[in-house]
Each structure stands twice: as structure tokens, then as C-alpha cells.
């Protein structure tokens, strides 16, 4: 009789939980499977009802199937505080380009996540142009920002995205702007290594962000970490091809203050073939800012370019470079137990302002080489201490 009991208990309490959470599958608000009709104005309707429900949590379903997307912006505040998007479909952004459109935007929402499913940014045609012509739309607002990013979540807080794909976005792949308290985990990003300005993740303006997990080939930076990034943890990421993980690019747009980056932690990376590994790099500009508290550890380089540098003469193509000593200063970044192979005779470079030179950089067990020869390294206004095995001799 008392196992009875107990089994009406849990029985029943299951029904009330299962009773309070909210289900909205698009199929039921109109959306067509098949990848030829736009199914914005369906999942937009999904989610207007899950934002007001008060049932908490709401999942907003999408089923197998390629769903068409124009591109959607969900607006907060809502008053469902944790609305799940459960997606093992994909969702495709229209052929051809406008250079100037995100396909998902999430804008001041809370307890956001989104488990699974892919984004298919259909970019090839945008690059091609890119490529070919430069009066083609560039799709940026900013220095730092794209404005045909396939996700991008401003101004949120308490948001987690995991084992999400994202293939072939028009420029950067997934946005963290002004958040806090952001989760990535077990994500895949895709696109080729001609594909240019495709961010796999660009952070900026967040606080406590973690990627962990993630495989990253791209055209650009695999992670890119802006201005005023704090508490960012990185951790068992892939990153080739592309650019490598890179603060900056910093101090830019002359005239504007720029917040600095601080306390980020990258460990436990793999670099393969990527044109860089660890990067910092910062305009020659009088841009007043700075990047300290810095820590990358456990890497393996296998063939980069440019393992280790820090450039702050940044100006790709030499093109409009504003021609003075960058006024980022740089300090406190730790290098520690990094090996591996160089593309390139100088796995480390250490190219620093002459008036704001870097200090206090650390290196420790490194092991660098070059076709089977130690690399070499380069130190120009940088200081700092080495330590332990150190492969290619340390510049400090």
C-alpha cells in the first residue's frame, strides 16, 4: 500500500511539472518545411507567445526539416524568464545577399537557450562579390562588429548555446554583445578558409562568457574578443583554419574611448594550420586603452603561421593606417606550456608600442619549432621574465 502511495506521488508530481511548461512547435503556427517559404512570421508568433507566457520554462520547438529565415530579431523584455528553443532542424538564410542583414537576433532577453540544430548562412555569394569587387557591401557598423552575423545575442543576460552548428555565415558567425553570464558549449562552426571577415565568435562589451568545447574552422579569427571583455574563459577549442583566437583588433576609430580587456583565461587549444594561434593586436592609433590579466596555457600549435604575437601595428593591406605609436597598453599576459610547430622561422613575435611598450609578459615551457629546427623569436619594446624550458630562446 505504501509503494502505492509513493508511486501516486511522483506520478502526480510529474503531471504538475510537466503541466507548467509551455510547448510551441512552429509547424502548429504556419511554418512550411522544405526551405522555400519564409518561415519568419511563424516563429515569430512562436515566440511572442512563449515571451508573454507565464508558464515557466517555454520550449520553442523546430522539427527536422530546412526552414526558410529572412532574418528575425527577438525583442525583450519578457515576462517568461526561461524560454528554451529546441531545434533539430535548420534554419537557412535566404540565396543571394544583402551584406546588411542578421539572420537571428536576440536584443535585451534573459534565461535564453538554444540546444542544437543549424544555421545555414548561405554566404558563398557575399564573398564571391568581396572577392572580386570592392564596391561590394562590406556588412560592417562598426570596426568590431558585422551586421550579417547568423546569431547574435545584445544587451542579455543568463543565455546558453550549446551543440549548435553554424556553416557558411555571410560574415561573423555568432555575436556576444554588452551580456553577462553567457555559456557556449559543444559548438561547431563552419566555413571555408577564403571566406572572408567570418568570425567564428566575436565577445565584446560581455562579462563572465565561457566557450568550452567548440570546433572552429572559419575565414577569419576563430574567436575574436573585443573591446571592454572581461572574466572570459576559453577552454578545449580547435581552431584551423582561420586566424587563431585574437584580442583586438583595438583603438581603431580615433576620437571615441575604447574600454580595455581583462581577465581572460585561454587553455587547453589546438591550432591547426591556422594562420595564427595566440594574438593581440592594436592600431597605431592614440585610442587610449589596454589588455591585462591575460593567461593562455596548454596549446599545441601544429603548422601556424604566427604561433605567439602580439602586433601593434595592426593595419591589414596597409590600407588607411593612421601611422602613430598605439596607445593600447598591454601588461600582465602569461604564456605558459605552449609547443608545437611553427609555419614560420619567428613562432614569437612581440611587436609593442614605443611609447606604451608591453610589460610584465611571462613565458614559461614553451617549445616552438621550425622544420625541425627551433624557431626563432622577436621582442621589440617588450618586457617581461621567462622561465623553464624555453624553445626558441626568449627576446624578454
Known amino acids: 500500500m505504501a509503494s502505492q502511495i509513493t508511486l501516486l506521488f511522483h506520478l502526480f508530481s510529474f503531471l504538475s511539472f510537466s503541466s507548467t511548461i509551455s510547448s510551441y512547435n512552429i509547424l502548429n503556427f504556419g511554418a512550411k518545411q522544405g526551405g522555400n517559404v519564409d518561415c519568419v512570421e511563424a516563429i515569430f508568433r512562436a515566440w511572442k507567445m512563449a515571451c508573454n507566457s507565464s508558464s515557466s520554462p517555454a520550449n520553442i520547438y523546430i522539427p527536422n526539416g530546412i526552414f526558410l ?28 545577399y544583402t551584406g546588411s542583414s542578421e539572420l537571428i537576433t536576440f536584443d535585451t532577453v534573459e534565461g535564453i537557450s538554444i540546444n542544437g540544430g543549424v544555421l545555414d548562412g548561405r554566404g558563398s555569394r557575399l564573398w564571391d562579390c568581396k572577392l572580386r569587387d570592392k564596391k561590394c557591401p562590406r556588412g560592417a557598423t562598426t570596426s568590431h562588429l ?149 593567461i593562455f596555457k596548454h596549446v599545441v600549435m601544429n603548422n601556424v603561421i604566427n604561433p605567439i604575437i602580439i602586433d601593434q601595428n595592426y593595419c591589414p593591406h596597409n590600407e588607411n593606417c593612421p601611422g ?21 622561422p619567428i613562432a614569437i613575435k612581440l611587436d609593442c608600442s614605443p611609447t606604451n611598450p608591453c610589460k610584465g609578459l611571462g613565458m614559461s615551457n614553451i617549445k616552438l619549432t621550425y622544420k625541425e629546427r627551433p624557431a626563432k623569436s622577436f621582442c621589440k619594446h617588450a618586457s617581461g621574465h621567462s622561465a623553464g624550458l624555453m624553445i626558441p630562446p626568449s627576446c624578454l
Open 324 to 344: 602613430k605609436d598605439s596607445s593600447i597598453q598591454i601588461s600582465d599576459v602569461e604564456y605558459r606550456n605552449i609547443q608545437g610547430t611553427s609555419a614560420s
Open 69 to 96: 529565415i529572412s532574418g528575425v530579431r527577438f525583442k525583450g523584455p519578457c515576462v517568461n524568464k526561461k524560454i528554451n528553443f529546441m531545434i533539430n532542424g535548420t534554419l537557412m538564410a535566404p540565396p543571394g
Open 146 to 294: 558585422a551586421k550579417s552575423q547568423s546569431l547574435e545575442f545584445t544587451n542579455s543576460k543568463d543565455i546558453e548555446i550549446r551543440r549548435l552548428t553554424s556553416i557558411d555565415s555571410e560574415l561573423f558567425h555568432i555575436v556576444i554583445h554588452r551580456c553577462d553570464n553567457v555559456n557556449l558549449d559543444g559548438l561547431s562552426i563552419v566555413g571555408p578558409k577564403w571566406s572572408p571577415n567570418t568570425d567564428g565568435i566575436h565577445v565584446q562589451m560581455s562579462t563572465k562568457v565561457n566557450i568550452r568545447n567548440t570546433r572552429i574552422k572559419t575565414g577569419d579569427d576563430c574567436i575574436s574578443i573585443g573591446p571592454g571583455t572581461s572574466a572570459l574563459w576559453v577552454e578545449n577549442i580547435a581552431c584551423g583554419p582561420g586566424h587563431g583566437i585574437s584580442i583586438g583588433s583595438l583603438g581603431k576609430d580615433e576620437g571615441l574611448k575604447e574600454e580595455g580587456v581583462h581577465n581572460v583565461t585561454v587553455q587547453n587549444i589546438l591550432f591547426l594550420g591556422s594562420d595564427n594561434g595566440l594574438r593581440i593586436k592594436t592600431w597605431g592609433s592614440n585610442v587610449e586603452g589596454y589588455v591585462r590579466g591575460i
